[in-house]
């Protein structure tokens, strides 16, 4: 016999109450867990694709959704700018380099991207198999596309208008996969890339094409094939990287007043979604406290209303020898024992919802939220819930340790 | 082995109780007799260190109760008694046989199987050794309690009305096999009771 085969006995003779204490403390905990790693990652996520990117140029609207649906590829495009105005922007003092980015279509809701390799290069990526793309209708996938679709080295296949399924299909010109992109764990796992003069020639009507001898001396920065001269091209966005720090003064300024486009600041855009969404964040993590303090609350009543009906058990154990201090002790580790397989289950509970989430929600597995990462915070969890457990006896252990033996047992 | 000199106790706004001066022999069996509020439970808490004495002194195995602190006197109620109630006390979230464990376990000595199945076989008690507490009869569960109480062989048995519940045969088989554990055990023991049954079997009586 000992303290913990006793503490077992007494939750077991309660099983429901032992149950429903664990399962609401566990209820509070899983969500600050979901809440927590939701968080984390998502914030991780965001800092890494916006790594190397510090200003978005792109038409005017709104810069939260120029930033979304250039870097997070997750919104709509705004609108169009002329290639020949991107062009100027790209040679601006200022800036150190530009890629252009080129939207709109897309292949069983996997975006393809009309860039140049430099894009690739911002994350790294590296590939697992084939080449880079070289010529017109050539893609490189990135390794989630290629999981997803089954796509290999040599498959072809069309785009869609629109970067939903149910757009027109482009059928007279097929993409060939050339190669495939190693995980990078950011947004080109989910994207398709391409040339940009091969999304422009997806949609040229038939006839139309680039005017070939217009003028052969000066071609564009962003997009080489293209004459400088030629004002009908154009792309979606700007991806840019400052030359120095002024830069992030001067430019922004300089783009949204002189000239028909705006400029984003991913960082900036991405703190300002954090802060809406922050607002939800924190109602559930206040709920979730809420539910952590009804079950605190419920783990101490079913204590005090327990040691009423034990005080007969808790007399005769002083009788048996039993000093004060294991009477407190007993007491303690019941609250803790409670507290903690609750934190416990809480946790393991979290990561599985998480988990489902990941299974079920296509969203959240384009943003990489994965349910197999825990934190240190989660050892905070657990070393809060132990503190949680003492606090919630602390009151019925100090009944138990004022138990009259003579009063109790002599008042048959 | 158990002397008490000019022993009182008074109960906050109520007078003062004297008993009179005891002295028991080693092995001795004595029944306490006398009328409820006679001052018969207040006499064996206060011989069996349940509750403090205010004025005079207790000596139990050479050891002055009176002079112990809280703690020490915790430890010395773990080694040198056993106690038996009215009511069974038995503690229902656990079975029999760990309800029996929790006297060493409290008393901090060795935990012994062999003795638990030694003192439920005396008892009659062992087939139900891994029952809970709720599936015995009441002369079950009042033998389950003799069990734990000489589980540890103490010195001293003390009892508190240990057969008013029950019905004469279950008095009968319960007072003689407290008597035969008492002996078995080598242990003193004190009954005090109203129950005048019980002057069949112990002769010796002290009279409150």
Not at chain 1, 74 to 87: H, V
Not at chain 1, 186 to 202: A, E, F, P, Q, Y
Not at chain 1, 307 to 327: C, H, T, V
Not at chain 2, 106 to 123: D, K, N, P, T, Y
């Amino acid at each position: 016999m000992n303290l913990i085969k006793l503490v077992y006995g007494y939750l077991r003779s309660r099983p429901l109450n032992t149950l429903l204490n664990i399962l609401l403390l566990a209820l509070g905990i899983a969500m600050i867990t979901i809440l927590l790693l939701f968080n984390k990652q998502l914030k991780q996520k965001i800092s890494d694709n916006t790594k190397g990117i510090d200003l978005v140029v792109g038409a005017k609207g709104s810069p939260l959704q120029l930033i979304l649906c250039n870097i997070f590829h997750i919104d709509f495009p705004t609108g169009n700018i002329k290639l020949t105005a991107a062009d100027q922007l790209a040679k601006h003092r200022l800036v150190k380099n530009a890629i252009p980015m080129a939207l709109g279509d897309s292949y069983q809701n996997f975006r393809i991207v009309g860039t140049n390799h430099a894009y690739a290069e911002l994350y790294k990526a590296e590939l697992a198999a084939g080449a880079w793309w070289s010529a017109d209708f050539e893609v490189v996938i990135g390794s989630s596309v290629a999981e997803s679709l089954s796509l290999i080295l040599g498959s072809t296949f069309e785009s869609a208008h629109g970067l939903s399924t149910d757009g027109h299909a482009h059928e007279e010109s097929p993409f060939i996969v050339k190669g495939i992109l190693k995980r990078t764990n950011s947004v080109l796992d989910n994207l398709i890339l391409t040339n940009v003069s091969s999304i422009w020639k997806v949609h040229e009507e038939p006839g139309e094409g680039p005017r070939a001898g217009d003028s052969t001396h000066h071609t564009s920065v962003l997009v080489p094939s293209v004459s400088l001269s030629d004002s009908t091209r154009e792309i979606t966005s700007l991806l840019m990287k400052y030359r120095n720090p002024i830069a992030a003064i001067q430019l922004p300024r300089y783009i949204n007043t002189q000239t028909n486009m705006q400029a984003a600041s991913p960082s900036f855009e991405a703190a300002r979604l954090f802060s809406i969404l922050g607002v939800g964040m924190d109602a559930l993590t206040a709920f979730a406290y809420v539910l952590i303090f009804i079950s605190a609350l419920s783990i101490f009543l079913a204590l005090y209303n327990s040691l009423k009906e034990r005080k007969y058990d808790l007399a005769i154990m002083r009788s048996m020898g039993a000093s004060r201090l294991k009477l407190v002790m007993a007491t303690q580790l019941e609250g803790v024992t409670l507290t903690v397989m609750g934190s416990l289950f809480g946790i393991g509970l979290g990561h599985g919802v998480l988990y489902l989430f990941s299974v079920w929600v296509e969203e959240s597995q384009k943003a990489g939220i994965s349910a197999a990462v825990f934190y240190p915070e989660e050892g905070y969890l657990l070393a809060g819930s132990f503190v949680l457990g003492i606090l919630c006896s602390l009151i019925p252990s100090f009944q138990a340790y004022r138990t009259d033996i003579h009063k109790i047992l002599a008042g048959n | 082995m158990i002397r008490t000199q000019s022993l009182t106790y008074a109960y906050p706004a109520e007078k003062e109780i004297f008993f009179n001066d005891l002295d028991v022999a080693s092995g001795e069996q004595i029944l306490l007799l006398g009328e409820s509020g006679s001052g018969k439970t207040t006499l064996l808490h206060l011989l069996g260190g349940l509750l403090k004495s205010q004025h005079g002194s207790i000596e139990v195995n050479g050891t002055d109760l009176t002079k112990l602190s809280e703690s020490e006197l915790d430890r010395f109620r773990g080694k040198h008694y056993g106690f038996i109630f009215q009511r069974n006390h038995l503690m229902t979230a656990l079975t029999v046989e760990q309800n029996l464990l929790m006297a060493p376990f409290l008393a901090g000595l060795r935990q012994s199987q062999e003795r638990v199945e030694e003192v439920l076989e005396h008892l009659g008690v062992i087939e139900k050794r891994k029952s809970r507490i709720q599936d015995l009869s009441l002369g079950q569960a009042q033998r389950v309690a003799i069990a734990r109480a000489v589980l540890n062989k103490p010195s001293v048995l003390l009892a508190d009305e240990p057969t008013s519940a029950l019905d004469d045969k279950n008095c009968d088989r319960v007072s003689d096999l407290l008597l035969s554990a008492a002996l078995q055990n080598q242990a003193t023991l004190i009954i005090a009771t109203h129950d005048q049954r019980l002057k069949r079997k112990i002769h010796n009586l002290i009279q409150l």
